[in-house]
């Protein structure tokens, strides 16, 4: 188990429950009540620590190297009834960007998503979720792709941002997020977004515009991530705690400022203490919400979703 | 993003004053000194040629009312939602206020944000034209950039206007976050609206534009233009130069290389900008 700096108290009492079971083992002594009872106590310092996350913490939990991606949310939803499509059909195909049809009970659905590596190999592989101009034009692909034969889509956002480089501007990182922002106003179809981990920048927005946008409880979504703001306002990375303040971009911030549709709770301690009640959860809520969309009409849904986007902003005159 | 752009071009600027022993006098703006050739001139003379460098070309950079000027027939027009500021949504501080930032530019540039909105004449076709300004914390796009170009849109669909748009951004505007990068939809939103009502849209990038302004409406023309030289791309050069650990090549990112890579319809010279704008709106009316 890989524990967060502030989830020590955690540890600390898993040690003791380890040793009690150790204990138990080797002497032949009945340890029940003991264990038991420490493990009450780990969920009470869990829930006593879960209730009171600093946004910097969220952002922790959110990048847990533990907590799901996006192909498991897809394999667990569809009950592995799913077809990875691959490529752009211009230039290639990105690992970092995965979709493809998949069945929720049956219905047809086109998933589409971020995708990190779930070790150093696969972290590479995947470019760590940062996803190429390719990545944007192969998910925008899928889109027209569900448009054409009527599915609902739903993306996941997970992403430190948008791949930076020479051949991502070579290639026009700038007009694939633009352009997929753009054409996902114009869709026919119900759009499902879930940000199920990092939100960052325009690189996550690039598939995140949605009829309903949903947050799972410990994610954040904001313009830059903390340390990056740390870097160019602060002058210095040892400010991320203070920008993850600044930036208010954890669930709750961001469904105060009606920037989200709805926040999704997470199994306590986080999506990955319990992922396979996390993509119970997150299915049963897709499902929902593509229940409420599709009794709208198509011109209907696509005026309410500009509607709402041109609404988002606070100034004064 | 807006401060990192604003860091890099300060200090292609610092150069342009440290090794000259006109110094004072460059700094008092008696004299130019081009930073690509090293030419220096008269100030004045500079201005008359729209501050276009008259030996090597080098477009300098200058504020939305000399494009104003240069563009409007008579230099008439009229600016719409000149009102709107922006309210510090976040209540956001990093080592100063947001809403401090705010005042001193306000204070420093004259201008409300960092995009001003006009409507006029250009060869003879009303047009409407939101124009971003640098000068004002980088050109970042908040919450009265999204807004006042909503607004623009809505002119545009009101009187079956053409738009214009001169980009000139480093980008989002961290200290209003989420808000900001909404923009981004925003935007491309109203864009969506202005071509179901087929009305032409003009995208003129100006040096510089990057971030969320190129992830958005800069890169969503009918036709996308620029200037000679004008640094166009998403991450910014630093940025990009940081992740990589390497120089980046010659006229990376310049307008050159977006034509080159089919980002661009054309590149524009400043004193062809008219004529060929002009051309531009003719052949989308007629
Ligand atoms: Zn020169």
Not at chain 1, 85 to 90: A, E, K, L, T
Not at chain 2, 13 to 19: D, L, P
Request: charged share 25%; with cysteine; aromatic share 8%.
């Amino acid at each position: 188990m890989i524990l967060l700096d502030f989830e020590e108290p955690i540890g600390k009492l898993q040690e003791q429950l380890e040793k009690a079971r150790q204990i138990g083992a080797e002497t032949g002594l009945n340890m029940d009540r003991t264990i038991k009872e420490i493990e009450k106590k780990v969920i009470e310092k869990r829930k006593e620590i879960y209730s009171n996350l600093s946004p910097w913490q969220r952002v922790q939990v959110s990048r847990h190297p533990k907590r799901p991606y996006t192909l498991r949310y897809i394999n667990a939803i569809t009950d592995g009834d799913f077809i990875e499509m691959h490529g752009d059909r211009n230039f290639k195909d990105d690992k970092a960007m995965v979709g493809g049809f998949g069945t929720i009970d049956g219905e047809t659905v086109m998933f589409i998503g971020q995708q990190k590596g779930i070790n150093t190999k696969m972290r590479q592989y995947r470019n760590f979720g940062m996803a190429n101009p390719e990545g944007y034009r192969k998910a925008l692909r899928l889109m027209k792709l569900a448009e054409k034969f009527n599915k609902p889509i739903v993306t996941f956002l997970d992403t430190p941002g948008a791949a930076c480089g020479l051949e991502a501007e070579e290639r026009g990182q700038g007009e694939a997020i633009a352009r997929n922002i753009y054409e996902m106003f114009g869709l026919r179809v119900p759009i499902v977004t879930v940000i199920i981990g990092e939100g960052a920048s325009g690189g996550a927005l690039g598939i995140g515009v949605g009829d309903r946008v949903l947050m799972l409880e410990n994610t954040w979504y904001s313009v830059i991530s903390p340390e990056s703001c740390s870097t160019i306002l602060w002058r210095s990375r040892e400010h991320k705690v203070r920008a993850a303040d600044a930036l208010k971009l954890t669930a709750e911030n961001m469904y105060d400022i009606q920037l989200i549709d709805k926040i999704i709770k997470e199994p306590l301690g986080g999506a990955h203490i319990n992922p396979t009640e996390m993509y119970k959860i997150t299915k049963a809520e897709i499902k929902t919400q593509i229940k409420k969309l599709k009794q709208i009409s198509p011109e209907k849904r696509i005026e309410q979703r500009m509607k709402k986007y041109i609404n988002m902003g606070i100034y004064n005159e | 993003m807006a401060e990192e752009n604003t860091g890099w071009f300060s200090r292609i600027e610092k150069g342009i004053n440290t090794e000259t022993k006109n110094k004072k006098d460059i700094k008092e703006g008696i004299w130019y000194k081009c930073p690509k050739c090293k030419k220096i001139i008269l100030t004045q003379e500079h201005d008359i040629n729209l501050n276009v460098c008259n030996k090597c070309g080098y477009h300098a950079r200058v504020p939305a009312v000399k494009y104003f000027k240069l563009l409007f027939d008579n230099n008439k027009y009229k600016e719409i939602n000149h009102h709107i500021s922006s309210a510090d949504p976040l209540g956001f501080v990093d080592r100063k206020k947001y809403s401090a930032r705010l005042w001193a530019s306000e204070k420093k540039t004259g201008l409300k944000d960092a995009i001003t909105t006009v409507i006029g004449n250009i060869g003879g076709h009303k047009i409407v034209m939101a124009a971003m300004n640098f000068e004002f914390i980088g050109g970042s796009m908040g919450a009265v950039v999204g807004e006042k170009f909503a607004r623009a849109v809505d002119y545009c669909l009101k009187y079956k206007l053409p738009y214009i748009v001169l980009s000139k951004s480093g980008g989002a505007r961290m200290m209003e976050a989420a808000i900001s990068l909404m923009q981004l939809a925003k935007t491309s939103a109203k864009l969506n609206q202005l071509s179901k009502a087929k009305l032409p849209y003009i995208s003129l990038c100006l040096d510089p534009t990057t971030g969320g302004t190129t992830a958005s409406f800069a890169m969503l023309g009918d036709i996308n233009i620029s200037e000679p030289g004008a640094l166009i791309g998403f991450a910014g050069p630093r940025v990009i130069k940081d992740t990589i650990g390497k120089n980046l090549p010659e006229g990376f990112q310049s307008a050159e290389f977006l034509l080159e890579h089919g980002f661009l319809d054309y590149i524009v010279e400043r004193k062809d900008l008219k004529q060929k704008i002009t051309q531009q709106l003719r052949m989308f009316a007629n």
